[in-house]
């Protein structure tokens, strides 16, 4: 896999901000069309960006990160790998549950593409702590993004056993997001004592 390849399933994530209107409607009752529609509208973004997550840490290759952050990125990835073979094994249990209902409009396509390119561009040009707090930040957009989607998708499953599989999966991505927002915090405000000291 080329740096190219990897940077833009890495900076991907960012587009969460643009996706967020995508499962802002009522919630319909559980088991009717427009609940398995929007069901498998949040899956399919949610895989999408389970798939992407789980590359993450292969920048590992790339660029160097402190052993906290690579810790932290690496449960990421295996978290956001087992939870995208959940969903496909769901899907293939259950033929009704599409992967492939992501139906973006073409404005939001684009701009998300926009936003992948000009992140690609600073990361490519980042190192040292600069480097880990965007890598960190891209994680909270992400992080929050999939526990909400997961969230969103159990609701509008109508077998319980998927609901709180989901459900977990939303956990799982709300425990991540809490740490890497921790880790955050914690290093912007080292990089803002480091700073001090060198006035």
């Not at 599409?98 to 593409?113: C, N, Q, S, Y």
């Not at 190192?127 to 989607?149: D, K, M, R, V």
Request: charged share 20%.
């Amino acid at each position: 896999m080329n740096r190219k390849t990897i940077f833009l399933l890495s900076v991907v994530v960012l587009s969460a901000a643009c996706f967020f209107t995508g499962c802002q409607s009522p919630k319909p009752p559980p088991g009717s069309s427009a609940a398995q529609s929007m069901r498998n509208n949040c899956y399919s973004l949610l895989h999408q960006l389970l798939q992407d997550q789980q590359n993450v840490s292969m920048l590992r290759f790339i660029k160097r990160e402190h052993s906290d952050v690579r810790n932290l990125i690496n449960r990421i990835a295996t978290t956001s790998g087992a939870s995208s073979k959940l969903l496909e094994e769901f899907a293939r249990q259950d033929h009704s549950i599409d992967l492939k209902a992501i139906r973006l409009p073409p404005g939001e396509t684009a701009v998300r593409k926009a936003i992948a390119s000009t992140k690609e561009k600073e990361i490519l040009g980042q190192s040292g702590n600069e480097f880990e707090l965007t890598l960190l930040l891209t994680q909270t957009e992400a992080l929050s993004y999939a526990w909400h989607l997961a969230k969103i998708a159990g609701q509008n499953d109508s077998q319980p056993d998927r609901a709180r599989a989901l459900a977990g999966v939303s956990k799982d991505m709300q425990h991540l997001y809490d740490d890497v927002f921790a880790m955050l915090l914690a290093k912007s405000q080292s990089s803002v004592t480091n700073s001090s000291k060198t006035l």
